[in-house]
Nanobody
Framework: QVQLAESGGGSAQSGGSLRLSCANSGVIYSRMCLAWFRQTPGEDLQGVASTDTDGTAIYSESAQGRFIVSVDNAANMLYLQVNSLKPEDTSMYYC???????????????????????WGQGTQVSVSS
């Protein structure tokens, strides 16, 4: 099975940056959709960004222009560079994966959490104003 683990979260001030990492220590598939979600207590999971293993990336409206998702297939690593942080970015960030291209797991530019098969435990990002 795919086994995911996030790291790199922490505290930052408004306007600051962090780099989140997600390591896959399990099975490696030739084509996967790799994504970042976030969740604030009491709120639904929100898609942040996704990338196919070929590097094709899409972003939520809130992430666009500020966040960068990237994948290092050789190292089995997924990254999310979060820049220009805002207090509303405070959340638990999860990486997730599913076999196949991201095209199949997106509807009207929204990632569908229920379609992702593998999840990490999350890493907390806290942004102060």
């Amino acid at each position: 099975q795919v086994q995911l683990a996030e790291s790199g979260g922490g505290s930052a001030q408004s306007g600051g940056s962090l780099r989140l990492s997600c390591a896959n220590s399990g099975v490696i598939y030739s084509r996967m959709c790799l994504a970042w979600f976030r969740q604030t207590p009491g709120e639904d999971l929100q898609g942040v960004a996704s990338t196919d293993t070929d590097g094709t990336a899409i972003y939520s409206e809130s992430a666009q222009g500020r966040f960068i998702v990237s994948v290092d297939n050789a190292a089995n690593m997924l990254y999310l560079q979060v820049n220009s942080l805002k207090p509303e970015d405070t959340s638990m960030y999860y990486c997730a994966a599913v076999n196949g291209a991201c095209f199949y797991y997106t509807y009207r530019a929204q990632l569908l959490p229920s379609t992702f098969s593998y999840w990490g435990q999350g890493t907390q990002v806290s942004v102060s104003s």
